[in-house]
């Protein structure tokens, strides 16, 4: 559905209306097209002493082609950073005569103790103001439960405080993300660092990603636009709004998809699949057999390597009016089906070993919500689902992970009253709803070879909602 509102807030006439009101300003987001370079302008690195990512951070920067400037306040980072060629010019703390950067990178992992957060507070205030509409920051830390003593670990956590204030503070669509990256797993940082400085993920902010050492080879694509190139990606209620996004952003990625919904949506389906060269199979997966005609398709067809866990329902009631039968449906299709169906997949072996699992969960799922009991017990079923077999998916070289999308503009939302919908659109820090495809980015990212390092994430979606922050 149209955002009105955006639109005219950014005409010349509803512009001066909205800032003499002090209404919200959404600016239109700028998302990713093939060919663009991952970081469409400057990327302002700095960091702590004592820093532990540096070698990574360069072979990172390199290899997406990104020109980089070091913040000079801290020496002992920047003699590190000279060393290893991580960056290509300095950024001078009085700032560079106008000069404009797209992405701040600051580089926490050095941090052990709480009196040295002042590193953080010099280069953000040194920079903030310097960051482009859509523009981007990212904080690398180390994972707290992974640190060696309590002073690291509180630091660390800290950071969680910064990276959420700051996606509040930014504005003009900058987003602000942490990533704890463990001892080790460094090299595993490229897909991530690709995702979220990219305009990839122009709806996700505040988020905190953890990457850890990889289940299985951490495979870098031979080609970053097409990273699922020979890759069979199932995809679920594929007939329309985020589930046909989804489809066609992993066929523009290079994937083979199979769709999947409904014999009821069977139009849209074969519609779907036929614009994306892929295949249709139409089925109810909350039937007692979905598992076992899956495992077949799946085997027929040479293994799967992607299953994308996007159909979901909504029977809204509240508990005291809801019917049992409603109650068991929606936990049925929205999770326990899932669980069948991930269980028959991985045992089979038709999720091929370094297969990726990725569910899409609702920040009602993580706040809760009026009249949706059912459907917030199934999502917050679909975090612990994603947590709980990670390590053991882990153990075949499968990574099992979570999107948890807030307001999109779909036909789910289109539907809902204009004065509910007026505030789930307008309450987050981007002041506007999501797209379809901001959902199926971040699912190529968890989807993409390269990305075996992350397991048991669930990131949302939701371009930093109030609800649930
Ligand atoms: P949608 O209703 O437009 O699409 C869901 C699709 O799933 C439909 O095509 C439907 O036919 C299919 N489906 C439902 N039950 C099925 C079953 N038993 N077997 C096979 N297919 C089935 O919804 P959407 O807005 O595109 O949502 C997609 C996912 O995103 C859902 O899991 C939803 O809960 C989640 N989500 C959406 C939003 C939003 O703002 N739209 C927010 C949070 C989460």
Request: aromatic share 4%; charged share 20%; net charge positive.
């Amino acid at each position: 559905m149209k955002d009105g509102y955006l639109d005219f807030a950014n005409s010349p006439m509803g512009a001066k209306l909205v800032n003499a009101l002090g209404l919200p300003k959404p600016l239109p987001l700028e998302r990713y097209k093939p060919g663009q370079p991952v970081v469409q302008g400057t990327v302002l690195i700095g960091g702590s002493a004592d820093s532990q990512i540096l070698e990574a951070l360069a072979t990172v920067m390199k290899s997406i082609g990104a020109q980089t400037l070091a913040h000079e306040r801290v020496p002992q980072w920047i003699a590190t950073a000279n060393k290893v060629g991580l960056t290509t010019g300095r950024w001078g703390t009085q700032g560079q005569a106008g000069e404009k950067v797209k992405a701040l990178v600051f580089d926490a992992t050095g941090l052990s103790d709480s009196t040295q957060s002042d590193a953080l507070y010099w280069f953000f205030h040194d920079t903030a103001r310097s960051v482009l509409p859509s523009g981007r920051v990212v904080i690398i830390g180390r994972p707290p439960e992974e640190c060696s003593s309590p002073r690291k670990a509180t630091v660390q956590r800290s950071l969680e405080g910064l990276s959420r204030s700051l996606g509040k503070e930014l504005k003009k669509g900058a987003t602000a993300q942490l990533v704890y990256v463990s001892e080790g797993a460094e090299a595993n940082l490229e897909s991530t660092l690709r995702f979220l400085l990219s305009a990839r993920s122009t709806y996700v902010s505040a988020q905190v990603v953890r990457v850890g050492k990889p289940v299985s080879d951490v495979v870098a694509p031979a080609d970053w636009a097409k990273p699922l190139a020979g890759k069979k990606v199932l995809v679920t209620g594929a007939s329309r709004g985020i589930g046909a996004a989804i489809a066609e952003v992993m066929a523009r990625d290079g994937a083979d998809v199979i769709a999947l919904d409904v014999p009821q949506a069977q139009e849209g389906l074969n519609e779907v699949a036929k614009k994306l060269g892929g295949k249709a199979i139409a089925l109810d997966i909350g039937a007692a057999d979905a598992p076992q005609k899956l495992v077949d398709a799946a085997r027929a067809d040479g293994g799967w390597d992607v299953i994308v866990h996007n159909a979901g329902i909504t029977r809204d009631k509240t508990i005291a009016n809801m019917k049992e039968h409603l109650w068991q449906l929606v936990v049925n299709v929205n999770l326990s089906t899932q669980e069948r169906i991930n269980d028959a997949l991985v045992e089979s072996g038709a999720l091929k070993a370094g297969g990726r699992i990725v569910c899409v969960s609702s920040i009602s799922g993580l706040a809760g919500n009026m009249g949706q009991t059912n459907y917030a017990v199934s999502k917050a079923g679909v975090v612990g689902m994603v947590q709980f077999n990670a390590p053991i998916y882990a153990q075949k070289g499968i990574t099992i992970n979570a999107v948890a999308p807030g307001f999109i503009e779909t036909a789910m939302t289109a539907a809902i009253p204009f004065a509910i919908r007026e505030a789930g659109r307008r309450m987050n820090s981007m002041s506007q709803g999501g797209q379809p495809v901001d959902v199926a980015e971040a699912i190529g990212w968890f989807a993409s070879p390269a990305s075996s390092g992350l397991t048991g994430n669930t990131i949302r979606v939701c371009g930093q909602s109030l609800i649930g922050a």
